[in-house]
């Protein structure tokens, strides 16, 4: 653990290009906790996109490249080695990245190509680690430390944590999970739950914490999108949660979204609050609400907030 | 087998309150049901196995394989499981209606995850969708 400490302590930030965009929040959010726990984040100069499932559904050696490419640019170029990538999106495409360079010789191929034609030191496997915002303020800071920091906290706020899909699947990809002890679950994934506990949240029992939000189909099948996002909605209110904590940019937009189309389209109104965990650790640290960027929300939580004394 | 919309109404009904463990063997009985659509719709043929003592969990892992993205209903089915043997094993506890209007909501996305999954395949491909190293790896 104090390795990690170390070691995460000044981390190549990798916000990828949904915290740019709809994730804004979420990128003013992880920056202002950085700047409040004195944890160094490196922009990765000259970044590209991870492939995200556009790239990867067309050509995967593709998108193992490009993730590659970002990885090679933090070891080779800035000499960081842990990549830290909020977004489950890119965390997941990176990780995979990685898991094809370590296991298929057609991956290496294709990297080593591309990197030599687009003339850039290739990206060889186990020279950095990727992680998750959630890995690097748990072992980055520490828990008894973030304790120690909280003013106030979430006293009086029921959560219901949402991790979505891409944080723990396909396990293969993710070796350092499951294995007892301080890591996390693929099945029944905590990190979330427990830094909001330690901020003071009340976490409500969540069964579907890892379950499909629709995101892949938002735009091709809007409609199953939203029943599905509806029924997570419904069950967060049901396990009497006042917040959905988000972890995903594509869950988090997805869940806002939705919520607004449900009560459009069907007549379903939810009225349960959508905000990044990392808001939600920042309002905990003393962070006003416009710092973390809860007014970049389109869920409007701040009556909620401001009548629980948390903004 | 009935049609798999019909599941979906009957999932809306009421649940028979006096009667919480029939309540949680419908709803489980739901989740198989949808389940053998699944696999139905992929000429396979249902089993009747069972995996850690539940045929629903023997039917995911039989609808996931060489379709890696099922795998993102894995923790639903897991989920209903869970709320079946919690309702079984205290049918008079105080949150048993809570915990059977939460089974509901669990069985309903089991519903429309692959309901919605069998009108656009791609559904679950976006967290599955490292499905080339899987099937390299299965």
């Known amino acids: 653990m104090p390795e990690r400490k170390e070691k995460y302590k000044k981390v190549a930030y990798y916000h990828g290009c949904a915290l740019e965009g709809s994730g804004q929040p979420y990128n003013t959010s992880t920056r202002a906790i950085a700047k409040k726990l004195d944890l160094e984040l490196v922009d990765i100069k000259n970044w590209n996109c991870c492939g995200a499932m556009e790239v990867k559904n067309v050509d995967p050696e593709i998108q193992t490249y490009l993730s590659s490419r970002v990885m090679s640019l933090a070891h080779n170029d800035m000499g960081q080695d842990v990549v830290m990538a909020p977004c489950n999106g890119c965390y997941h495409n990176l990780k995979k990245a990685e898991y094809d360079i370590a296991n298929k010789e057609k991956s290496r191929e294709v990297v080593e190509k591309i990197s030599a034609k687009a003339d850039h030191p290739k990206y060889e496997a186990g020279q950095v680690e990727t992680i998750h915002a959630l890995d690097w303020l748990k072992f980055g800071y520490g828990e008894d430390e973030l304790k120690a920091k909280i003013k106030g906290g979430l006293k009086g706020l029921k959560v219901a944590n949402y991790y979505g899909c891409m944080y723990t699947r396909p396990r293969h990809i993710f070796p350092e999970k499951d294995q007892g002890g301080d890591s996390d679950s693929t099945s029944q994934p905590h990190y979330m739950d427990d830094l909001l506990a330690i901020a003071g949240a009340e976490n409500v029992d969540f069964p579907l914490k890892t379950a499909c939000c629709g995101g892949a189909h938002t735009l091709s099948d809007s409609d199953t999108s939203t029943k599905l996002v509806l029924n997570i909605l419904q069950a967060a209110e049901a396990a009497g949660a006042d917040v959905i904590a988000t972890e995903c940019p594509t869950c988090h937009s997805g869940l806002e979204m939705h919520q607004i189309r449900a009560l459009k389209r069907m007549s379903a109104e939810t009225n349960v609050k959508v905000i990044y965990f990392t808001q939600l650790l920042g309002l905990a640290l003393g962070l006003s609400a416009r710092k973390v960027g809860i007014h970049e929300n389109v869920s409007n939580s701040i009556p909620m907030l401001k009548a629980k004394k948390i903004a | ?138």
Request: proline residues 6%; charged residues 25%; glycine residues 6%.
């Open chain 2, 1 to 138: 087998m009935r049609p798999v919309a019909d599941i979906g109404k009957a999932l809306e009904a009421p649940l028979p309150e006096n009667d919480p463990l029939a309540a949680a063997i419908f709803m489980l009985h739901a989740g198989e049901e949808i389940l053998e659509h699944w696999l139905a719709a992929h000429d396979k043929t249902p089993t009747d196995e069972m995996k850690e003592g539940f045929r629903i969990l023997a039917l995911h892992r039989q609808g996931a394989k060489g379709d890696p993205s099922f795998n993102a209903c894995r923790e639903t089915a897991r989920e209903l499981v869970y709320h079946y043997n919690i309702i079984r094993l205290e049918p008079d506890h105080a949150d048993t209606l809570k915990r059977l209007s939460m089974m509901r909501l669990v069985a309903n996305h089991l519903f429309l995850f692959v309901s919605g999954k069998m009108e656009v395949a791609g559904l679950g491909e976006f967290c599955c969708s490292s499905k080339p190293i899987r099937l390299n790896t299965i």
